[in-house]
């Protein structure tokens, strides 16, 4: 049973950073992709970045391409999300996801079999 267990929101000022972790386990197979989606209050759920073990390649949206960046320690299989000049519309519930797949870059987050529980992250003008 894939478990996704999500880490490291809290609150900042605009232009301030923080880094989201989500340790994963329980895979079966090697090839999968590992998402980080959000939800505004009031706004649908959007894919922010993800990331394929299959080839390390990563996708990000354009809003918050050049502030954050996806990276995964293999080892660990934990998967950060570092987000540097926040923004307040970048205030959301983050979540991390995953699906196997050998066709990675999909930000549908009906795509995504597994969940997190997801991190409040809170960024105020």
């Known amino acids: 049973q894939v478990h996704l267990v999500e880490s490291g929101g809290g609150w900042v000022h605009s232009g301030g950073s923080l880094r989201l972790s989500c340790e994963a386990s329980?895979?079966?197979?090697?090839?999968?992709?590992i998402g980080w989606f959000r939800r505004a209050p009031e706004k649908e759920r959007e894919g922010v970045s993800s990331?394929?073990?299959?080839?390390?390649?990563?996708f990000y949206r354009s809003s918050v391409e050049g502030r954050f960046t996806i990276t995964r320690d293999a080892v660990k299989n934990i998967v950060y999300l570092q987000m540097n000049d926040l923004k307040p519309e970048d205030t959301a519930t983050y979540y991390c996801?995953?699906?196997?797949?050998?066709?990675?870059?999909?930000?549908?987050?009906?795509?995504?079999?597994?969940w997190g529980q997801g991190t409040q992250v809170t960024v105020s003008s």
């Open positions: 996801a995953a699906r196997y797949t050998s066709n990675p870059g999909v930000f549908n987050p009906g795509w995504y079999d597994y």
């Open positions: 329980g895979f079966t197979r090697d090839s999968y992709e």
């Open positions: 990331l394929s073990t299959v080839d390390s390649r990563t």
